[in-house]
């Protein structure tokens, strides 16, 4: 089916970078103009520019027979999807101003962001799950969650924002269509809860292989993601005794996601530095 | 040229010339004001007319035979409410033609009212015109002139910022108070004191959903009065700090010379509720509230100063759109001035 299509993958995540990044200056200008954005042209845009990339995904995923994930561009690419795609479930449900905007943006910094260091779109070899469709769903699901983390982060960034207005005593502006601290607060525990169970499933599905192959694993892997999932797993534990609460809790996950996107690119720099592709393995071609 | 539109006119007072002593002197019950409507349309010469009757305004709109027939009406409604003609004449205005088309226009989208922009007038008049409407006082003329002022008056809300922010300390506060809790029939509402701006406040907070009020103040007897006609509960005085965690919003307006809320006392209780924010408002002076308590986290402070500076920038900014108002309004004004004239020739020839 992908091979009647003319569009490249590499043009299609483009263009998708693009869509979004319109959004996003949609937003900003009717915001800078002291404006609500209509819901309707944002949701237009997400949409356009979502389906442009799960095509660009399909295109890449047709080409290396697996999910696309084998390296830091595919992860950030992968990952603004997973955000757009939980932006459609929560924003109708919760009606959260602003949050298509904000979404847009990281979208943005995501998909585009990725395009900066050409050498994160590297070549790997094909079957990099190595045909193990329990590590496929695993690398999915710890995506995925990434994805919950990420929408996470901007609730707590909205929400930081909305404080400092009321604490500042600023009404104008972004601070009028910010959705209330309550809200806010609710989604955010929400989203940590469900991000924490997605990442913990990823974990359980990796550990099937693990515990087998245990030596196949990377130590500084296993450890990056074992502290990140320790990190969001305390984080909930001291939200539901109520011990780390609103500005705290916000900024922990805004903290915790930063590193969890740090330990993915150390991640992935180290899995490129210590395993060079096989000599006379087929490797992908370049993009 | 047509002697109809010629005659279109509006006679009224209002808050801009007349003072509120004079204004109660001309008031009207609803059921005078319909009564006067009734006996204005049974006059002759008198086509068909609408009775606006607001706590700002008393306004006759009306399409005579001739443009004299306006003051028979200042001299009916000056016998009818036993007022004097030179005190009715010293305060009221008049208008015709295009001008009425104008007025009518600038009231519907809230430019002459005493809050530059507010919303309640749309609605006031709306009833008002439903009224005329239902007893035929209204025709062709009027009907066609209120639902084009209702349309442009959306519209000027619309494309402007005439209608944004809140302008009085009780919608200012309901404003802060749903950008803190959301939805506020949830809210849990204490009043210390029971001055007439923090029942006014309680009263905004009531009509967005506020279910739960309880009233506190030095006099429980005063305290029972006003939770009785807000339909909550009064506390004694001596009990209020035990009890200050189940509130999320504490309105302060008391008398005392010392302050009643310290920072420490806060804190204790924002320690009983650390998930549920806590809305402070100190309408008192001097104030009630120890400044410090702004430091505590997830307690939101505003006092009279804050709330005022607000409303006077949210009036600001709405005064700053009136122009741009006037420019749309004006355009539907002529569109619908030209569309009557060209009815009137349409129907003549």
Same mark, same amino acid.
């Given at each position: ?287 | 040229?047509?002697?109809? !539109? ?33 006996? !204005? ?309």
């Amino acid at each position: 089916m992908f091979n009647e299509i003319t569009i490249t993958d590499g043009t299609a995540f483009k263009v998708a970078a693009a869509v979004y990044g319109g959004a996003f200056l949609f937003a900003l200008v009717v915001l800078l103009m002291r404006r609500a954005y209509s819901r309707t042209i944002m949701f237009a845009l997400l949409c356009g520019g979502f389906l442009i990339q799960t095509l660009a995904l399909n295109l890449r995923g047709a080409e290396i027979k697996a999910c696309p994930l084998g390296n830091p561009f595919e992860i950030a690419q992968f990952l603004a999807w997973s955000l757009v795609l939980l932006f459609f479930i929560i924003g109708p449900a919760f009606r959260l101003r602003l949050l298509g905007g904000f979404t847009a943006g990281l979208a943005t910094i995501l998909s585009a962001g990725s395009f900066i260091i050409p050498s994160w779109d590297r070549a790997y070899p094909p079957g990099i799950f190595g045909g193990n469709h329990w590590i496929e769903l695993h690398a999915a699901l710890a995506i995925f969650s990434y994805g919950f983390f990420a929408i996470l982060s901007l609730v707590s960034i909205m929400f930081l924002i909305q404080q400092h207005g009321l604490k500042t005593k600023q009404f104008k502006g972004i601070y009028r269509y910010l959705p209330s601290l309550q809200q806010l607060d609710l989604m955010a525990k929400r989203l940590l809860l469900t991000g924490v169970i997605v990442l913990t499933a990823s974990l359980a599905f990796g550990a099937v292989f693990w515990v087998s192959n245990f030596e196949l694993v990377p130590v500084y892997k296993l450890t990056a993601t074992c502290l990140i999932w320790l990190g969001y797993l305390t984080v909930l534990i001291l939200r539901i005794q109520e011990k780390l609460a609103t500005r705290r809790h916000a900024i922990a996950t805004i903290a915790l996601f930063a590193l969890a996107i740090a330990s993915l690119w150390a991640v992935e720099s180290a899995r490129e530095s210590v395993e060079p592709p096989a000599q006379g393995a087929p490797i992908q071609t370049e993009r | 040229m047509s002697e109809v !539109l010629e005659s279109l006119f509006v006679l009224g007072t209002s808050h801009h010339a007349t003072p509120l002593e004079v204004r109660e002197r001309f008031a009207l019950t609803q059921s005078q004001a319909l009564e006067l409507q009734k006996l !204005l349309h049974q006059h002759e010469g008198i086509r068909e007319c609408l009775v606006l009757n607001t706590c700002n305004r008393l306004e006759i709109y009306g399409l005579a035979d001739c443009i004299e027939r306006v003051e028979e009406i200042r001299g009916l409604f000056c016998d009818k409410q036993n007022v004097s003609e030179e005190l009715f004449n010293q305060y009221a205005y008049s208008h015709s033609n295009l001008e009425t088309l104008q007025h009518v226009l600038e009231v519907s989208a809230g430019l002459d009212s005493q809050m530059v922009g507010e919303t309640e007038i749309l609605g006031q008049l709306k009833q008002a015109y439903a009224a005329a409407h239902d007893t035929e006082c209204t025709g062709k003329v009027l009907n066609r002139l209120f639902e084009k002022s209702f349309q442009a008056a959306k519209e000027a809300r619309t494309q402007t910022g005439i209608s944004r922010g809140q302008v009085s300390i009780g919608n200012v506060v309901v404003d802060l108070a749903s950008r803190i809790f959301g939805k506020l029939n949830g809210s849990r509402v204490l009043l210390l004191g029971s001055g007439e701006v923090s029942e006014k406040t309680a009263q905004a907070l009531k009509s967005r959903g506020v279910g739960d009020i309880t009233v506190s103040s030095r006099t429980f007897e005063n305290a029972h009065k006003l939770a009785h006609s807000l339909g909550g509960a009064a506390i004694h005085f001596e009990d209020f700090n035990a009890q200050l965690e189940h509130f999320d919003i504490i309105i302060c307006s008391t008398a005392a010379p010392i302050t009643l809320l310290h920072k420490e006392v806060i804190a204790l209780t924002m320690k009983q509720r650390p998930e549920r924010p806590c809305f402070l408002i100190d309408l008192a002076m001097p104030r009630d509230v120890d400044s410090a308590v702004e430091e505590v986290e997830n307690v939101y402070l505003y006092n009279l100063d804050d709330l005022s500076s607000i409303a006077n920038e949210n009036l600001e900014a709405r005064k700053a759109e009136i122009e741009k108002v006037r420019e749309i309004l004006n355009k539907h004004a002529w569109n619908l001035w030209l569309q009557l004239r060209r009815r009137e020739l349409m129907r003549k020839a």
